[in-house]
């Protein structure tokens, strides 16, 4: 029997099998995927999500949700201070994160008092894993800085996302290195490592935190790690959450 032979049959949760139209909340909020794949509209971005991803939104952030293959998505609110720092945070799988999750569809929290709990636990772990390793500077140009937080979460080419701002690739690259110091493509690998730290340091894996943050190998992101922590490549490829977490 697939799950969605069951959405109706508590209609208040039937959203979390079968998605929603666009709309916002109030409040800071996560789209986690329990089972299947589901595609989250933010912003009028699409984001495919597969089982156990997850994204953080900021309040009043329209979003809409398509749940594919008999998946099922769980979107809890959180409070006010548990906002992330950018509008749409992509935060691929975090196991620490799935932990939390896991235990309150087993739990099954139904009243506030119950449900507390829970959200500060889901706050603790996504602000654990959402301080940057790496400092990395914004540009301060009001074009170039709705770019760069872009460009971190999308994988579209310089080009394309200069063209969304109604930029040229040429005017990217001079503010970045002049507000910056570091030039668009140094920048965007530096602040994309961020995610992939963040999800090692949350207990996932070197080949997810590779693709979340834009490299095709495993080996490819440990010998950037590397290169920019010091850290040695088999500390790395060995128990990158330890050695990522004592530097």
Do not use: C
Request: proline share 7%.
């Amino acid at each position: 029997m697939r799950s969605t032979t069951l959405a109706g049959t508590v209609p208040e949760n039937s959203i979390r099998f079968l998605g929603h139209d666009t709309h916002e909340h109030d409040e800071p909020h996560v789209v986690y995927v329990v089972t299947g794949s589901a595609v989250l509209t933010a912003d009028g971005v699409d984001i495919p999500l597969r089982r156990h991803e997850a994204v953080w939104l900021q309040p009043h952030v329209p979003h809409a949700v398509r749940v594919r293959d008999g998946g099922t998505v769980l979107g809890p609110i959180l409070e006010d201070e548990a906002a992330p720092s950018v509008r749409v945070r992509v935060l691929g799988v975090v196991p620490a994160l799935v932990d939390v999750m896991t235990t309150a569809l087993v739990a099954a929290p139904s009243t506030d008092e119950q449900i507390l709990p829970f959200r500060r636990a889901i706050a603790r772990v996504l602000h654990t894993v959402s301080r940057p390793y790496f400092p990395v500077v914004y540009p301060e140009h009001p074009a170039a800085r709705r770019l760069a937080k872009d460009a971190v979460r999308l994988p579209l080419p310089l080009e394309e996302l200069a063209t969304r701002h109604r930029m040229s690739a040429r005017q990217v690259q001079r503010i970045f290195v002049t507000e910056t110091g570091w030039s668009f493509s140094r920048w965007r690998g530096r602040a994309r490592m961020n995610a992939a730290v963040a999800h090692l340091i949350g207990g996932g894996d070197l080949t997810a935190a590779a693709r979340l943050s834009g490299y095709g190998t495993r080996a490819g992101l440990v010998k950037a790690l590397s290169r920019e922590t010091g850290i040695a490549a088999d500390r790395l490829t060995a128990d990158p959450r330890s050695a990522l977490a004592d530097t």
